[in-house]
């Protein structure tokens, strides 16, 4: 699908979803991006950062879903991993109650950056519904085609493996989630962490510890939400 040949889907994800990027609004997305670009938009996040979401977190590892909407649009925010940002960007308002959440729930502190990396390493899924956006122009690229293909990644692992946690947060991902099982998963709902609505119920939900007690109930080992210092995280 994608015209740059270091964009390549991790192994594990491209054995059951990869079919999809050969589909023709899989071909269409791509030539879009590429009149976009040529155009001069400035694209994020960069083309080898697409699928990060995918490349920290295997299928046969996923334990928690979390799902966004599009990436961050400002410049050097945007990695591939929903409501991340590298060290050095400025923690954004919504991972800001993010960090309020998990110390209200589990009495861990803000860390002093906002990279999620070590939770997808553990296993959190940070996945955003639509991949790539454009400078200063949220949604810009919404309705090309990646949402499709974001289903049909969620659909394929709740189908495929039983015992996960979905996190979705305001209406979008909750209706994104509908294909969930909650039957075979913990499906956990609450208002988006946006400061537009993070009081009306997202502040208080208590969702990590739930997440934890889930995943321990299942014989699994919890996540730590703990983030390590900026200056000891491994890139």
């Avoid at 699908?1 to 023709?24: H, N, T």
């Avoid at 950062?49 to 490349?55: K, N």
């Avoid at 070590?118 to 990646?146: D, I």
């Avoid at 014989?219 to 491994?234: F, K, N, S, Y």
Wanted: a positive charge; glycine letters at 10%.
């Amino acid at each position: 699908m994608a015209d740059d040949d270091r964009i390549k889907l991790e192994p594990s994800w491209k054995a059951r979803i990869g079919e999809w990027l050969q589909r023709p609004e899989m071909r269409e997305l791509s030539a879009f991006l590429r009149q976009r670009k040529a155009a001069g938009a400035r694209i994020y996040p960069p083309g080898p950062q697409i699928f990060a979401a995918f490349d920290a977190t295997p299928f046969d590892a996923v334990k928690v879903v979390i799902l966004g909407q599009d990436p961050y649009h400002g410049r050097g925010q945007a990695h591939g991993l929903c409501f991340s940002v590298l060290p050095g960007v400025p923690v954004p308002p919504s991972l800001v109650n993010i960090y309020k959440e998990i110390e209200n729930d589990l009495g861990i502190a803000p860390p002093d950056h906002g990279c999620l990396l070590p939770w997808a390493r553990q296993g959190v899924l940070l996945l955003n519904a639509v991949l790539t956006v454009e400078e200063g122009r949220a949604g810009a690229h919404q309705g090309k085609g990646w949402e499709g293909f974001t289903d049909h990644a969620i659909e394929t692992l709740a189908r495929e493996r039983e015992g996960l946690v979905f996190l979705l947060w305001g209406s979008y991902a909750q209706a994104k989630g509908k294909v969930i099982d909650a039957r075979r998963h913990r499906v956990l709902r609450a208002p988006h962490p946006s400061p537009l609505s993070a009081h009306r119920g997202f502040l208080g939900c208590g969702h990590f510890s739930a997440a934890n007690r889930y995943l321990e109930q299942h014989g699994q080992a919890p996540i730590d939400w703990r983030l390590p210092p900026r200056d000891q995280l491994v890139l």
